[in-house]
Every structure is written in structure tokens, then in C-alpha cells.
């Protein structure tokens, strides 16, 4: 998982799996206004985001913004 940040939070050389505690949020609006896209009131403007292929980020209380990627079934993540 690509992440922004000096380490891996929970990364180990024997596991490619990390745990991030954050919160969920629409990414595109979370770069513009912060404060706004953290707020329970934006849920419905994340969820016509996601809807419109705005990913979704984990938004850490240190501000750093992970991008989850899922692997798809039958193929080898890089």
C-alpha cells in the first residue's frame, strides 16, 4: 500500500498489511477543504462523490492521507 509519510504505520518486513486509524473521506474534497470534508454533515456530498468515481481516503489525526487499494480477484497486486 503506497502511503504519504516518513514509515508504514504497523508495516513489518514480514507483512505487506498495515493498520491505519483515520477517518473515511472523499478525497477530492478533503484537499480542498479539510474541515468541511471531516465533518459528519458532508456525508452526503462524499457519498455523490464516491458515486462519481471520487476515491475514497483514511484521513489520519496527524493529516497524513492513505489511499487503500483492494486487490482484484484473480490478479497479483504490485
Given at each position: 500500500?503506497?502511503?504519504?509519510?516518513?514509515?508504514?504505520?504497523?508495516?513489518?518486513?514480514?507483512?505487506?498489511?498495515?493498520t491505519v486509524t483515520g477517518k473515511v473521506?472523499?478525497?477530492?474534497?478533503?484537499?480542498?477543504?479539510?474541515?468541511?470534508?471531516?465533518?459528519?454533515?458532508?456525508?452526503?456530498?462524499?457519498?455523490?462523490?464516491?458515486?462519481?468515481?471520487?476515491?475514497l481516503a483514511i484521513a489520519t489525526d496527524?493529516?497524513?492521507?492513505?489511499?487503500?487499494?483492494?486487490?482484484?480477484?484473480?490478479?497479483?497486486?504490485?
Amino acid at each position: 500500500m503506497p502511503y504519504i509519510g516518513s514509515t508504514a504505520p504497523g508495516l513489518t518486513p514480514e507483512s505487506n498489511s498495515v493498520t491505519v486509524t483515520g477517518k473515511v473521506v472523499d478525497a477530492a474534497c478533503y484537499m480542498i477543504h479539510v474541515a468541511a470534508a471531516m465533518s459528519v454533515s458532508h456525508m452526503e456530498c462524499s457519498a455523490a462523490c464516491l458515486a462519481r468515481g471520487v476515491p475514497l481516503a483514511i484521513a489520519t489525526d496527524d493529516g497524513v492521507l492513505y489511499f487503500p487499494r483492494m486487490a482484484i480477484s484473480g490478479s497479483r497486486a504490485c
